[in-house]
C-alpha cells in the first residue's frame, strides 16, 4: 500500500464524494520494516481506509471501488484499485 518517490513515503486513501469514493494521497512518515512489512509512524488515523490493490496507477481524485463494487469512473478514463480499511486489530 506504501508508494514511494522523491518527495518521501504516500499511501492513497479512500475520500468520501457524493459521486462515490476516490483516491486522496496521504504522505506518511514510516517506522521500523520486517521483511515486507513496514509500519507507519505518522499521517494515518484510526478509521482511514487505505487503498491496497491498484495505488500504482492512481491519481489524486481518481474514482475508485470498493471491494466488489463497480468503478465509477468515466467510460473515457477507467481507473479502478480497491480499498480496505485497516480496523484496531489489524489488516483484514
Do not use: H, Y
Request: charged share 25%; no cysteine; net charge positive.
Amino acid at each position: 500500500a506504501v508508494l514511494r518517490d522523491e518527495e518521501g513515503a504516500s499511501v492513497f486513501l479512500v475520500g468520501d464524494t457524493p459521486k462515490g469514493p476516490v483516491a486522496r494521497r496521504a504522505r506518511v512518515e514510516l517506522g521500523p520494516a520486517s521483511g515486507n512489512a513496514v509500519s507507519v509512524a505518522q499521517g494515518l488515523k484510526a478509521g482511514d481506509r487505505v487503498v491496497v490493490l491498484g495505488q500504482n496507477a492512481l491519481n489524486d481524485g481518481d474514482p475508485i471501488s470498493l471491494g466488489d463494487e463497480p468503478a465509477k469512473a468515466p467510460a473515457s478514463a477507467p481507473k479502478s484499485a480497491s480499498a480496505s480499511a485497516a480496523p484496531k486489530g489489524g489488516a483484514r
